[in-house]
């Protein structure tokens, strides 16, 4: 019999290599250039759903918030379980170590509008390279190979 403490490092052992395989197997922050700027987005890719052609939902969040707190606060990651569906979550701008991001709205908000920052090339761009790097075309690989920094 196992004495008490190897028992827990052992039970720790196994947990610490489960929880991992699950976080990696679903979730990924990826990172594009787009306008000289260094943009960011978490997708999140249902576990177990490795097919072919999943439909993806693009989940923009608003004025003065950022991917993982929209990520969080929608729940939408348990649709897109329950369903099927890659969700995806892009960061709009902002000023420096703010993660309180804006959208450029043409003529609306904060920094992304004052700055001329173009969202619509970041998000064809985002859609470019999920298209070449999830399960949401034929040719892509298992685990995506987006860069990542999550």
Same mark, same amino acid.
């Given at each position: ?18 929880? &991992?395989?699950?976080?990696?197997? $679903? *979730?990924?922050? /990826?990172? !594009?250039? @787009? ?38 606060? &929608?729940?939408?990651?348990?649709? $897109? *379980?329950?369903? /099927?569906? !890659?969700? @995806? ?62």
């Amino acid at each position: 019999m196992l004495a008490p403490m190897k028992k827990l490092l052992l039970f720790m052992t196994i947990f610490c290599l489960c929880a &991992t395989s699950f976080a990696q197997a $679903a *979730d990924y922050t /990826g990172h !594009i250039k @787009v306008g000289g700027r260094k943009r960011t987005f978490v997708v999140h890719i249902p576990d177990g759903l490795r097919r072919k052609n999943l439909p993806v939902v693009i989940m923009l969040h608003g004025g003065g918030g950022n991917a993982l707190q929209f990520e969080r606060q &929608t729940g939408m990651d348990a649709v $897109a *379980d329950k369903n /099927g569906f !890659i969700a @995806v979550y892009p960061d709009g701008t902002g000023k420096g170590w703010s993660s309180r991001y804006t959208w450029n709205a043409g003529r609306c908000c904060g920094y992304a509008e004052e700055n001329h920052v173009d969202d619509v090339a970041f998000i064809s761009q985002m859609i470019d390279t999920l298209a070449q790097n999830t399960p949401s075309t034929p040719s892509a690989s298992t685990p995506p190979a987006i860069p990542t920094d999550r």
